[in-house]
């Protein structure tokens, strides 16, 4: 069983930037492809970005190419998401998420992504 947390959420202004975090428990964190998803009022879920595990290859929703980084720390059993140049639109619940399949993420297979966390709320004003 693996336990995410996010932290990090905030409101922030249209330009700005904001990292979001996201803790696991367990031993076997280097095991799991990782990603973050976001959900906006009114939305489906949308994948936003996702880090393999091992060889740490990183892909990237095309709305946040370039304004956005995925990185994970794996003696700390943590991922981040370094977002820069905030939109409006960037506004929503980001989710933490771990598969052992990255596929199941880049197709945004919501419904078979092994775990998710409970999610951190951005908020991007104007």
């Known amino acids: 069983q693996v336990q995410l947390v996010e932290s990090g959420g905030g409101l922030v202004q249209a330009g700005g930037s904001l990292r979001v975090s996201c803790a696991t428990s367990g031993r076997t964190f280097s095991s799991y492809h990782m990603g973050w998803f976001r959900q906006a009022p009114g939305k489906e879920r949308e994948f936003v970005a996702a880090?393999?595990?091992?060889?740490?290859?990183?892909y990237y929703a095309d709305s946040v190419k370039g304004r956005f980084t995925i990185s994970r720390d794996n003696a700390k059993n943590t991922v981040y998401l370094q977002m820069n140049s905030l939109k409006p639109e960037d506004t929503a619940v980001y989710y933490c998420?771990?598969?052992?399949?990255?596929?199941?993420?880049?197709?945004?297979?919501?419904?078979?992504?092994?775990?998710w966390g409970k999610g951190t709320l951005v908020t991007v004003s104007s």
């Open positions: 880090i393999s595990r091992r060889d740490g290859n990183t």
């Open positions: 998420a771990a598969d052992n399949i990255i596929s199941t993420m880049l197709r945004q297979a919501v419904s078979s992504i092994d775990y």
